[in-house]
């Protein structure tokens, strides 16, 4: 995937836990990076991407064009984890219940350890 190739960003921990999360990442602030996202890639182990908002919204993703499940974090303005989607399968869609001002998509199984509440850090 060209937008994500060779990158290796900032570390996504989770500070509550004292875990890492993803070991590499970036972020898309731009309309079209958030539109296309993971759209066309190969899954990358220890890789996040980070979907950064101006405000606190409902964030639904859609999975067109992802080969591969994801898990996906949510955080609210705080970078607190009010919702986690484990497992999200490929062409599905996915509305979350609680508004978030970033969402975190993650390789399957990374969002395991991960809780409502817990404080992620990756800057």
């Known amino acids: 995937m060209a937008q994500i190739r060779g990158f290796l ?8 836990r004292k875990r890492q999360v993803a070991k590499s990442s970036k972020t898309c602030k731009s309309a079209f990076l958030k539109a296309f996202g993971l759209m066309f890639s190969r899954p990358i ?8 908002f101006d405000n606190e919204a409902l964030r639904p993703l859609h999975m067109m064009f992802v080969f ?3 898990d996906a974090l949510f955080l609210d303005k705080n ?13 599905t869609l996915f509305f979350p219940k609680k508004r ?5 998509e993650l390789p399957k199984g990374a969002a395991a350890g991960c809780n409502i509440g817990d404080t992620i850090r990756f800057k």
Do not use: A
Request: glycine share 6%; charged share 15%; proline share 5%.
């Open 9 to 16: 960003g900032f570390m996504i921990v989770n500070i509550t």
């Open 45 to 52: 182990n220890d890789f996040g991407l980070v979907f950064s």
């Open 68 to 70: 591969y499940p994801i």
């Open 79 to 91: 970078r607190r984890i009010v919702e986690i989607k484990q497992n999200l399968r490929p062409f």
């Open 100 to 104: 978030s001002q970033f969402v975190i």
